[in-house]
């Protein structure tokens, strides 16, 4: 009855080695996704305080 056993939790760890790796290749993508874009937007504010001339503090935006 043991090799059974041995059996049912090497299946059951196969299967969640393989859950666990896809869990983190989704989060690795939606990392590098939300990295870039926001590096992206970081530097498109910069660029366009600095053309207009003004601080890039949400403080000077109103004024």
């Known amino acids: 009855m043991q090799p059974n056993a041995m059996?049912?939790?090497g299946f059951?760890?196969?299967i969640?080695?393989?859950i666990g790796e896809a869990i983190r290749v989704v989060v690795e993508f939606l990392l590098g996704i939300f990295?870039?874009?926001?590096g992206a937007f970081g530097d498109?504010?910069?660029g366009l305080t600095?053309?207009?001339g003004i601080n890039?503090?949400?403080s000077a935006l109103p004024y």
């Open 56 to 58: 890039d503090s949400f």
């Open 12 to 14: 059951f760890d196969e």
């Open 35 to 38: 990295t870039n874009f926001f």
């Open 16 to 18: 969640g080695e393989t």
């Open 7 to 9: 059996q049912a939790n």
């Open 44 to 46: 498109f504010i910069d």
């Open 50 to 52: 600095r053309s207009l």
